[in-house]
């Protein structure tokens, strides 16, 4: 486990994260299942032997399996239950719908957990073949991978426990410890000298919720989605701020040259928003844990 921290206090951070470590799942909530059981599982009609001239595919195709680079440790879009190593969430059925068509049953897919501060290495050295993860389309990520979408639009939010009174919005944040992931885009937010925030930077979100729970931060900020499972998991103890500072459109990662790839992958996202299978894995998912149903908007820009 990576932990940083912008100021004072690293010392109790760093015992927590041991025990966290020691203790796995038991006390926060990264061992957690999402409400709802198997939170949803779509069934996708698989192409047949799709021609697409994509060097990446044909490779897939002739092994028979594709690996799709997830988050395993966000409820309600990419999780994975420790118990039986089954994957579930928005993303997921995302990335279901985008391997059928493409031509993978879902058998064939291996998921692979990839966290946020290693997507652009890991995707550009093949080791997954796309990659779904909450991940943010912005032009520095764009010099390093391709993208297509956006799919879905989240917002940076906060995450804070449920007596919280002062904490507002990433306005009220000065000299407050908020907990953030390395690589992602609202810890880069956040960082600005203008919320006057202390960080604490870590790689796991599981991580910053379990500070969160134990005291030893005051807020956890990232999108608003994957607060929002958070605090469907414990709606006693956690509850997400609502006042979204940040605008992160959802992309599907794959590597930066394969443009057929990306407009297969387009094609594919688009067909599932117009024959409805999108919105039902968002009502399965996603819509579970409090987030609201808005369509993507089509078609999705190409490039
Ligand atoms: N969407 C943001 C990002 O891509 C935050 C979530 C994440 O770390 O995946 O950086």
């Keep these: 486990m990576r932990i940083r921290k912008t100021a004072a206090a690293g010392a109790v951070v760093l015992a927590l994260a041991a025990t966290a470590t020691a203790c796995g799942g038991e006390s926060g909530t990264a061992g957690d299942k999402p409400a709802g059981g198997d939170l949803f599982s779509g069934k996708y009609k698989v192409a047949s032997a799709p021609k697409i001239d994509s060097a990446v595919l044909k490779k897939a195709q002739k092994a028979k399996k594709i690996t799709v680079g997830v988050k395993a440790d966000q409820p309600f879009l990419g999780f ?10 928005f993303d997921i059925e995302i990335a279901k719908m985008v391997a059928a068509d493409l031509g993978f049953s879902e058998k064939q897919i291996t998921f692979k957990t990839i966290d946020s501060n290693v997507r652009e290495t890991t995707i550009s050295k093949g080791s997954v073949d796309f990659y779904v993860g909450t991940y943010t389309i912005n032009d520095e990520r764009k010099k390093q991978v391709g993208f297509a979408g956006p799919y879905y639009t989240a917002g940076a939010d906060l995450l804070v426990r449920k007596e919280e009174k002062a904490i507002k919005g990433p306005d009220s944040l000065k000299g407050k410890k908020v907990c953030s992931i390395v690589g992602s885009t609202p810890l880069q937010e956040i960082k600005k000298p203008k919320y006057g925030a202390n960080t604490t930077e870590t790689s796991k979100y599981s ?6 729970l134990d005291g030893a931060v005051d807020a956890v900020t990232t999108d608003d989605a994957i607060l929002k499972g958070y605090a469907a998991q414990r709606p006693e103890k956690l509850k997400v701020v609502e006042k979204p500072f940040t605008k ?3 992309g599907v990662g794959m590597l930066k040259d394969d443009k057929a790839l990306r407009n297969a992958i387009t ?12 919105k039902k894995a968002y009502e399965g998912t996603l819509g579970k844990s409090g987030s609201s149903y808005v369509a993507p908007e089509t078609p999705l820009p190409r490039y």
């Design 248 to 250: 992160e459109p959802y």
């Design 80 to 89: 994975k239950d420790p118990a039986t190593g089954k994957f579930s969430g």
């Design 207 to 212: 991580d910053c919720v379990k500070f969160l």
């Design 267 to 278: 094609d594919a996202l688009e067909s599932h928003i117009k024959n409805g299978d999108y």
